[in-house]
């Protein structure tokens, strides 16, 4: 089993910036790819920003040149540098890793427990 454990979540003024963190521990060989979603009230789950362990990164139009994502392969830990923060930007964010936990196995995709981030205007 793997558990994902995230950190960082906040309220902030309109402006400001959060770091967010992410964590997966338990049987892991691999995680080719980890990323960040949120979830504003009323909404779907949609997509933050993913990176690969090779070093590909994407990211929604909505956060792109404000938002940074970055990894840990070494510590299997996944990053979210938000600046420019803005109200819409209001949501729980979730971190997930598609995780290999067998040679012969495929990536598994795990959800973390959710952050909350609140962005006062």
């Known amino acids: 089993q793997v558990q994902l454990v995230e950190s960082g979540g906040g309220l902030v003024q309109a402006g400001g910036s959060l770091r967010l963190s992410c964590t997966a521990s338990g049987r892991i060989i691999n995680i080719p790819t980890m990323g960040w979603y949120r979830q504003a009230p009323g909404k779907q789950r949609e997509l933050v920003a993913t990176?690969?362990?090779?070093?590909?990164?994407n990211y929604a139009d909505s956060v792109k040149g404000r938002f940074t994502i970055s990894r840990d392969n070494a510590k299997n830990t996944v990053y979210l540098e938000m600046n420019s923060l803005k109200p819409e930007d209001t949501a729980v964010y979730y971190c997930?890793?598609?995780?290999?936990?067998?040679?012969?196995?495929?990536?598994?995709?795990?959800w973390g427990q959710g952050t909350q981030v609140t962005v006062s205007s």
């Open positions: 997930n890793a598609d995780v290999r936990s067998g040679y012969f196995s495929g990536p598994v995709r795990y």
């Open positions: 990176s690969t362990s090779g070093g590909s990164t």
